[in-house]
């Protein structure tokens, strides 16, 4: 089980191919189950027990998401369909995750990974497109990665959890970061590659997990392509090593080029 820091709970098994069913075909399964609406963006089957027009725009967004972090970082697209399962309200969510998931601990939104396609549940609150942003961004990494870094997954979940207009400079640790630099309180890469357990990653750990991403999207050209050669060794069951070394290797200054970059930032 691993939490994330809305304690929210995903659960992780190997990775499966699915059959893509076609969308008149989903959509009479899907109201024959119950399911009000549904549709299909991009990789994602997204089911709902409400009507999705008001979504349209979200929707939208969503079936971008997966060109937008492949252009990001060069991931490739799911082998894959991904299912998006919304409730309207908490409490026909809590119905159907007893029904479904009856061990699974409460959280406001889910991601699952088991022996078939990787679902996303969430319910209808303040932050629902932020949460569903957050969990897909999640669902598409496990569905072409063998494994991800948790800092890593966290970091870049963290930064598409955003519509695109916002990712780069409307994120709200922004301004933390850019204070936190300047007296040397962003933690480490070589330290954040330590943790392994979502249940002990702080506030701090996710913001920073979160700086050192926009670092080597933004920053120097360099950090970018470790980033992205790291995500296609992943892909490629190539070792890795680590991230933090491979940066180091082509930034040797490494920690005082990460400052500079939040210092000189245009927000």
């Keep these: 089980m691993m939490i994330s820091h809305r304690w929210w709970t995903r659960v992780m098994a190997g990775l499966a191919a699915a059959t893509i069913l076609h969308g008149a075909a989903i959509s009479s ?3 024959a189950e119950g399911w009000a609406d549904v549709r299909v963006a991009g990789p994602f089957v997204v089911r709902a027990d ?6 349209e725009p979200l929707l939208s967004e969503l079936a971008q998401l997966q060109t937008d972090l492949g252009r990001a970082v060069g991931l490739r697209a799911p082998s894959e369909p991904i299912e998006l399962y919304l409730f309207q309200s908490e409490q026909t969510y809590r119905a159907y995750l007893g029904r479904h998931y009856p061990k699974m601990p409460y959280r406001r939104a889910l991601f699952i990974k088991g022996d078939g396609p990787g679902r996303v549940l969430v319910h209808r609150n303040p932050e629902f497109a932020v949460d569903i942003r ?3 961004t999640h669902a598409l990494l496990h569905s072409t990665l063998p494994v991800v870094p948790l800092w890593l997954d966290e970091g870049l979940a963290e930064y598409f959890e955003l519509s695109p207009r916002n990712r780069a400079s409307n994120n709200p640790y922004l301004k933390s970061v850019v204070w936190a630099v300047r007296f040397s ?5 070589e330290d954040l ?4 357990d979502f249940s002990k990653l702080s506030r701090n750990d996710y913001r920073d997990s979160w700086a050192w991403v926009h670092f080597m999207l933004h920053g120097p050209a360099e950090a970018r392509h470790e980033l992205i050669q790291f995500l296609a060794d992943l892909q490629a069951n190539s070792p890795p090593g680590t991230l933090s070394s491979r ?3 082509r930034l040797p200054n490494l920690r005082s080029r990460m400052a500079e970059h939040f210092k000189t930032w245009k927000r």
């Design 247 to 249: 940066l180091a290797r």
């Design 29 to 31: 399964s899907c109201r």
């Design 193 to 196: 590659e330590q943790e392994t």
């Design 185 to 189: 309180m962003v933690s480490k890469i």
């Design 134 to 136: 957050h969990e897909c």
């Design 50 to 55: 409400f009507p999705m027009a008001s979504l």
